[in-house]
């Protein structure tokens, strides 16, 4: 039986990532250091005989038994919020957490595919952006530590394949939603549809204007395993070119959830990208591959699985306490 290592395995893409392995007949061994990451996103996988779970921090050195046939890089924090609390981590984890997996695939003969990111674009000036695009990003900005870890990572994955041969893949993931999004990493999805569950106004970011391109979280899977199962080496943009403005997509969530709160404007966080939306012609040349979910039925049934969260859940409207040992 083949064996594939997750990091990040308990986070959002990280589990469903879990669930497509595990349905694909592989031994799944999921990594994840708790940070971000809930275990009851794959709480339901425990009784597997074909899960395993380790409770690893990637920064530090790597080792899992036996042979590997893949490992795919998700650990890292992934939204504004989280970098702003722990900016170190999240640049230890795209730097260091890469060097170690990639030494680890090397050690394996192991194919590995790490999760890159739009951020890489920065706040683009190219419009949509294609992979051939270097990007426009602020080092030294609060979302510096995300984007320049993710492009470091995306280099050091290119200098492991050509100088050790290894078998790599890069996924530039654009925004992504579905089920299991935490409800409170301050991203657009969770933070407007947990408001509109606790009867909140919705709050819209500058003014709205700002657009970006949401991809269902069964697309995005789809994708990202496609690309693994190529020999294709560069980077591949995996998103959905359906693009929005925010507050468009505010009144449409609205619309959705049948709530009657208002919208109301607060103040754009510093670097937010103006506009985003994939050019995914390589996706479609090289994968055979585009996103099917449409937005409003992606939507519902992000929308029901925020419904089944309790009212504690609902409630608990504080970000996620970082404790001190976590900073570091
Ligand atoms: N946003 C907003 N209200 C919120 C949370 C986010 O208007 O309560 C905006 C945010 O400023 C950004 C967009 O929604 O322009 C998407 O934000 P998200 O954090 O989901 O993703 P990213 O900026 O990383 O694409």
Redesign the pocket.
């Known amino acids: 039986m083949k064996k594939v290592l997750i990091t990040g395995a308990a986070g959002f893409l990280g589990s469903h990532l879990c669930d497509r392995f595990i349905a694909e007949g592989f031994h799944v061994i999921g990594m994840d250091n708790l940070i971000t990451g809930d275990l009851k996103n794959i709480e339901h996988l425990f009784k597997l005989e074909h899960f395993e779970f380790y409770h690893h921090d990637v920064t530090t050195f790597v080792h899992v038994p036996g042979e590997l046939e893949y490992i795919l890089h998700f650990a890292s924090p992934a939204?504004?919020i989280d970098y702003l609390k722990i900016p170190i981590q999240t640049l230890k984890v795209g730097a260091l957490g890469t060097h170690n997996l990639l030494g680890l695939a090397k050690e394996k003969k192991a194919r590995i595919l790490i999760a890159s990111t739009s951020e890489v674009y920065g706040d683009p000036l190219v419009h949509p952006q294609s992979e051939d695009y270097y990007g426009n990003v602020n080092t030294i900005s609060p979302r510096g530590v995300y984007d320049e870890a993710k492009r470091f990572q995306e280099s050091i994955t290119m200098a492991y394949h050509r100088f050790h041969g290894l078998d790599t893949r890069i996924a530039r993931i654009f925004?992504t939603y579905g089920p299991r999004m935490r409800l409170n990493d301050?991203?657009?999805?969770p933070?407007?549809m947990g408001q509109a569950l606790r009867g909140e106004d919705l709050?819209?970011?500058?003014d709205?204007s700002?657009t970006?391109s949401f991809c269902y979280v069964d697309d995005q899977i789809e994708g990202i395993y496609r690309l693994l199962n190529s020999d294709y080496n560069l980077p591949v943009n995996i998103g959905n070119p359906g693009e929005i403005s925010?507050k468009e997509f505010a009144e449409e969530i609205l619309r959705l959830t049948g709530t009657d709160q208002k919208i109301i404007y607060k103040p754009?966080?510093e670097d937010?990208?103006m506009q985003?939306r994939p050019d995914i012609s390589r996706a479609r040349e090289i994968l055979g591959w585009e996103p099917k979910v449409k937005r409003n039925e992606g939507m519902t049934k992000t929308w029901n699985y925020f419904k089944t969260l309790t009212k504690e859940e609902l409630e608990k409207n504080e970000h996620r306490d970082f404790t001190k040992r976590n900073r570091k």
Not at 186 to 189: E, P
């Open positions: 939204s504004p925004n301050g991203r657009v999805i933070a407007f709050t819209v970011f500058g709205g700002q970006r925010i754009l966080p937010d990208p985003r």
